[in-house]
């Protein structure tokens, strides 16, 4: 039966590293793996009251229905946060940013076409683009600086038009980058100039731990550049909400894609969110999550500091749930992290399993997430995680 799946299934497989991850979600393990958020700061009581209120008081939440005016009008709200004006028919809404990725990428790029990333991506984006086994444009990136967008002009100008760039410019999974607001400007610029439009993947652009809040790129230029937003990391992941900004045109052709994905997104989590939010307690929840993360940050960075000290270097997120640690190019990641699961037991993701091409920045480096585990526990997977290093220098 395998052989009669559509061809490019054939190539696909199951990633040993997820298997590893299943086989170590036991409790002696400690995970800085996978981008979990923290679950104690899930509003799970305030989120229990709007599930009832909606259940009992409002019409037809189970019913199959058109997507919420109301949430529009809150994410109407939440965007000015982010330097964007649009109208709430602007607005579009998804079963969280993986399927607002999915959904653009279905609409823009035909079977055989380029698109443009850099080097070290989110690995949801490249499993969107598997089926229609695109030629990959791959620029340098940095994983204090991040995307090099004098590389993108230099190939916007030189090769075919691809049929999208992807950025994700806060907090950026994984590197942890935040894009300086230059980049954005010019990275809006051409894409109006060139005519290729942006996917602005935005998950962490509300989790900024430093007063300075940078605008998203959709708010430098409207046309070219379509927004991707998500209450997965400020909400919760288990809504399964997100949205698209985009222009009424391309909302017409997102909701025939959208149709025939899932018919329309979950009518009960929409109107739960949507009490929740009008009720202005999500300002307070979103403070209260900034102070924890940013804590729980700095645990990670001062045990990287004591701990690890000059057997590696790192960055410093200023959003995102991420640390990108990089070793001396003798070491290399994924054996790292086979070894770490038969005897330290900690977990992390080894660069290389973002990496488009072999990359050596990537194979010597790891992500870290600082978001799911307790001081404690970060001190202590830090401590493990510094001692197999050490055996490896
Ligand atoms: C960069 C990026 N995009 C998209 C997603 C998917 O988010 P959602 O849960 O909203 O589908 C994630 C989740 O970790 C992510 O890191």
Redesign the pocket.
Known sequence: MAQRLAAWTQHTKRSALQDMLELTSGPEYISFG??LPNAECFPAKQLAVSANEVLLRQSDPLQYAPPAEQLKRQIQLLMRKRGVECSTSQIFL????????NLLVRLLLDPGKAVLAEEV??T??LQVLEPFQPRMMTVSTDPATGIDVEQVEQVLQTEERPACMYV?PS????LSYTLSREKRQKLAQLAAEYEVPIIE????GFLAYEDIEIPAIKSFQSDWVFY??????ILA?GL???WIIANEEIIEKLSIVKEATDINTATLTQQIAANFLQKDEFANHLHHLRQEYRSRRNGMLDQLEAQLGEAGSWTIPSS??FIWVRFPESINTMELFRESITTEKVTFFPGSVFAVNPSRMASSSIRLNFSFNNHDKIEEGITRLSRLVKRHL
């Open positions: 996978l981008g998804t079963a969280g940013a993986q399927q607002g990725i991506t989110y949801g984006f994700i907090g950026h999974n994984p993947d935005d998950p962490y991707v937003g998500s209450f997965s990391k992941p399964r909400l997100g995102g749930l």
